[in-house]
Nanobody, 123 residues
Framework: QVHLVESGGGSVKAGGSLRLSCVAS??????IAWFRQAQGKEREGVAA????????FYADSVKGRFAISRDNAKNTVYLQMDNLEPEDTAMYYC??????????????????WGQGTQVTVSS
């Protein structure tokens, strides 16, 4: 079992920054990711990390603005979000999968999910 708890969401103006945190406990997972879901839209993957190699993956919509990283000592995965846009407004979720897969931005890949943290970006 894996337990994920997100924090760090909030309200910012366009161009601002936020850093989301996801504290993980329980079993080791081969894939960690951040997803988001805007009101009335499907859940979409924005960033993923393969812990054994620390290789990050990003959706095109956030490439160059978001960065995923982790602190092993704190069992925490971060999502640094810079140059935020109103289109980034969504509930952000941390997700974990036992096994690595190339289909890393498909929600069905992940067995474990956090409760989410809201990010609101105003123009």
């Amino acid at each position: 079992q894996v337990h994920l708890v997100e924090s760090g969401g909030g309200s910012v103006k366009a161009g601002g920054s936020l850093r989301l945190s996801c504290v993980a406990s329980g079993d080791t997972c081969d894939l960690i990711a951040w997803f988001r879901q805007a009101q009335g839209k499907e859940r979409e993957g924005v960033a993923a990390l393969y812990p054994p190699t620390e290789v990050p993956f990003y959706a095109d919509s956030v490439k160059g603005r978001f960065a995923i990283s982790r602190d092993n000592a704190k069992n925490t995965v971060y999502l640094q979000m810079d140059n935020l846009e109103p289109e980034d407004t969504a509930m952000y979720y941390c997700a974990a999968a036992r096994r690595f897969t190339s289909v890393m931005f498909l929600p069905q890949t992940y067995e474990y999910w956090g409760q989410g943290t809201q990010v609101t970006v105003s123009s």
